[in-house]
């Protein structure tokens, strides 16, 4: 059975995104840029959502860099009820639903999942125990109101256990915890 990895860059204050940050919320760095680079050199079966896909497929060309081009390089799956096509090679749209279909990709599967950002598809799959790997990226600011969506909003409660951190560019936390199974510790 191959494992699932959920990728989340996320504000301090859990946001995935503002309406007036650039990408890696403007913190890019050569620590960070190395982390990808080598996340991206690995065997894996991209997961996308229509959102995060049409932003990453669509990317300009003086923003495609050597991780786009590895990323096009990838087997990719976007799960969308209205994309019927897709230009960006190596992807298969499918309109199953997304806990189905990664669970036969996870049973099936030659190669690891991974998915990239793509919200609503990580939420769907955390509340359906699939996720081996829950590896947050969290850079140092706070959104506050000008955040776009809040990363975990109704995702149901689970325990995690810390697997890994590290500290990229002297200011980016790296978390990685796996699913217990467990609920939450209550009071």
């Known amino acids: 059975m191959q494992t699932l990895t959920v990728d989340v860059f996320l504000s301090v204050d859990g946001w995935a995104g503002s309406a007036d940050s650039p990408g890696y919320f403007g913190y890019f760095g050569s620590e960070l840029d190395e ?7 690995l065997p894996q079966l991209m997961v996308f959502g229509r959102r995060t896909y049409e932003a990453l497929a669509g990317l300009p060309d003086e923003a495609r860099d050597e991780s786009w081009r590895r990323m096009t390089e990838l087997d990719k799956v976007v799960f969308s009820s209205t994309l019927s096509t897709s230009a960006w090679p190596n992807t ?96």
């Not at 999942?113 to 769907?124: C, D, I, K, M, P």
Request: hydrophobic content about 40%; some cysteine; overall charge neutral.
């Open 92 to 187: 298969r749209i499918c309109r199953e639903d997304p806990r189905a279909e990664v669970r036969r990709l996870k049973q099936d599967g030659d190669v690891a999942v991974r998915t990239v950002g793509s919200l609503s598809v990580a939420r769907q799959l955390c509340d359906a125990g699939l996720v081996d790997r829950l590896r947050l990226m969290t850079f140092p600011l706070l959104v506050g109101t000008s955040g776009r969506e809040p990363a975990f909003a109704g995702v149901a409660s689970a325990e995690l256990e810390l697997v890994d951190h590290r500290v990229l560019d002297g200011r980016i936390l790296l978390i990685e915890y796996r699913p217990t199974g467990r609920d939450i510790p209550r009071g």
């Open 35 to 41: 982390w990808i680079t080598t996340e991206l050199a």
